[in-house]
């Protein structure tokens, strides 16, 4: 069964830091560009960050350039993205998946969501 569970969540003050994890079963992610995407109350789910194993090029939104890093551990089958410098705007529901179609970074481009972990940044 292919499943991702996201974790590392939380209530956090604006200029903090929270690191998130996204564990992947029932696939190996190295065979995918493995994406993050958050989505807030009453907006549609944006693009975050990608990241390419076999050339480990990353690609960042420019909301988060400089203050998100995207990483991953294929031993552990695992996505990380961590986040600094955290603003009240990154408030979201964050969300990691896979990519199953070419083209964009686009929602409809990914597959095999997870359930997001929420994370909350207070001013």
């Known amino acids: 069964q292919v499943q991702l569970v996201e974790s590392g969540g939380g209530l956090v003050q604006a200029g903090g830091s929270l690191r998130l994890s996204c564990v992947a079963s029932g696939f190996t992610i190295r065979h995918y560009d493995m994406g993050w995407f958050r989505q807030a109350p009453g907006r549609e789910r944006e693009f975050v960050s990608r990241?390419?194993?076999?050339?480990?090029?990353?690609y960042y939104s420019d909301f988060v350039r400089g203050r998100f890093t995207i990483s991953g551990d294929s031993a552990k089958n695992t996505v990380y993205l961590q986040m600094n410098g955290l603003k009240p705007e990154d408030t979201a529901v964050y969300y990691c998946?896979?990519?199953?179609?070419?083209?964009?970074?686009?929602?409809?481009?990914?597959?095999?969501w997870g359930q997001g972990t929420q994370v909350t940044v207070s001013s």
């Open positions: 990241i390419l194993w076999n050339s480990g090029q990353t």
């Open positions: 998946a896979a990519k199953v179609v070419s083209g964009a970074d686009k929602a409809t481009s990914y597959g095999f």
